[in-house]
């Protein structure tokens, strides 16, 4: 397939001069096996790693087929996040740049649904949208679904595991028979095979298995590094080899909150993203970046899949992830388009299984290196600035100053005197103040420091317990102490976590508000990255499963019931 080209998938011209004029050469595997099945009506089952190409798979032969003399949707694109869905829409608007009239229109959660509804009233030949916001559209009947000649599962396995499973049910169930229908996925389980075979029509599989589930181009590294000590050594990295733009991944908002407060007091360029930023902030907040306005994004996950910015050069990897997968698509976030990247990770203590099992997943080293020291850092600046007064001085030097030279030189001070004066301003205005950190002494060992009890900040956050989770004691309401697991308590299973954003918080709003339980009825709670584990007590929980079996938590449907496991 090496020699196969854009015009041989039997694309329109329109679509050939698009392809042409964003300076693509020649598809994608993902591509070439996917679009002419398409081209041909059949249904596939494209399964294909992030980075591969798999938007444009889709994208381009549902371009081909809309009628644009027919102002009704006719394309409908499912993505797991509002991030992903802006990205793929945008991917739409570029690969039918020389389409006339076309209209592709995103909706997602956390806008406005009337102002949608007026666009989706305009006429969309292609709807790209999140699962839950769609089915409101169904519900409200902005959404025709009879007009759909084409359905996109976009990262399928994603959105099964965020709990969209009976929105995607829905949506596909309410389409006409006759439909085509793609399915996009990283991985198959189960629950997509379940899916397939409910929704499919004799599909045809498109598998691109890579080598390596990361990309090449990308050098991988990681510190062993307490957790005090994380913005001294991100800073030192930083002013050692100063990346274009860089992405900062944390595991929570408060670590990305933390975070960007250190690095901004420290004078470095830089931004956050994470759930509790509103819509329109988010989007402003990645246009800025996308623009090089600031040179330092923090971030959660939650814009892990939604970056789509060519010029990144790193990922630091603040918190290991918890999901080999999610640490993959983070470093996806750099080297692309051809381009060198490098992937950094800060580790401590137990976080070293995590890196072992991120190893295994992608089959690749990930090389320990020496965290650098502050002479090593201060030397880098002192060779910037060589070069900095170098450079002016092969330039015409502004004469004005000379008077000042001249008095100095009466006072007795010699040319090497000033000079070295002026080194030593230019440093410390250009420079940051450094710390000294443990990690510095010579006599410093991870495993003896990981005992030290006194270090409160390099324990983890209360109730976590390693790989397993967050795990919360819930307090007693009234005040009492933390109540420990006993024999009256049964484990809840609910079918959301960290993935989709839920917090202890809101399992007990729910709990207690909807699901009417006494006080003090929760115990801990352990949140994972796609499920949580609450204890109850066992009066009252077969009552909190049927009154919470329809809820929704976090806008989002879920399966809740006893723990299997427990």
Sequence with gaps: ?????????????????????????????????????????????????????????????????????????????????????????????????????????????????????????????????????????????????????????????????????????????AMQDDHQTLFFSATMNKQVEKLIQRFGNEPQEVSIKGQTKTVSTVSQCYYEVRNRSKVEVLTRLLDLDTPRLAVIFCNTKRSVDECTEALTARGYTADKLHGDIGQQARERTTKRFREGKFDLLIATDVAARGLDIDDVEAVFNYDIPQDPEDYVHRIGRTGRAGREGRAVSFVFGRDIYRLQSIERYTKQHIKREKIPTQEQVEGVRADQLFELVQTRLEKEVNRSYRHYIDRLLDQGHTATDIAAGVFELLRESLGREGESIAEDSPDYKPGKQKKDRKDRRDRPERGERGERGERFNKRDRKGGKDQPRDPNMVTIFISLGKAASVRPADILGMFYGEGGIPDASVGRIQLFERHSLVDVNKDCADQLVDKLSNSKLRNQRFRIGLDRMG
């Excluded at 938007?55 to 394309?75: G, N």
């Excluded at 694109?77 to 690969?95: D, N």
């Excluded at 509804?117 to 030949?125: D, S």
């Design 1 to 173: 397939m090496t020699d196969t080209t854009f015009a041989d998938l039997g694309l329109s011209d329109d679509i050939l001069k698009a392809i042409d004029g964003l300076g693509y050469e020649s598809p994608s595997p993902i591509q070439a096996q996917a679009i002419p099945h398409i081209l041909q009506g059949k249904d596939i089952v494209g399964l294909s790693a992030t980075g591969s190409g798999k938007t444009a798979a889709f994208t381009l032969p549902a371009l081909q087929m809309i009628d644009l003399d027919q102002d009704v949707a006719q394309v409908l694109i499912l993505s797991p996040t509002r991030e992903l869905c802006m990205q793929v829409c945008e991917e739409v608007h570029r690969l039918g740049g020389k389409m006339k009239g076309l209209r592709a229109v995103p909706v997602y959660g956390g806008t406005p649904i009337d102002r949608q509804i007026m666009q989706l009233r305009k006429g969309a030949h292609i709807i790209v949208g999140t699962p839950g916001r769609l089915l409101d559209h169904l519900r409200r009947k902005t959404l025709k679904p009879s007009t759909i000649k084409l359905a996109i599962l976009d990262e399928a396995d994603r959105m099964l595991d965020m709990g969209f499973r009976e929105d995607m049910e829905d949506l596909l169930g």
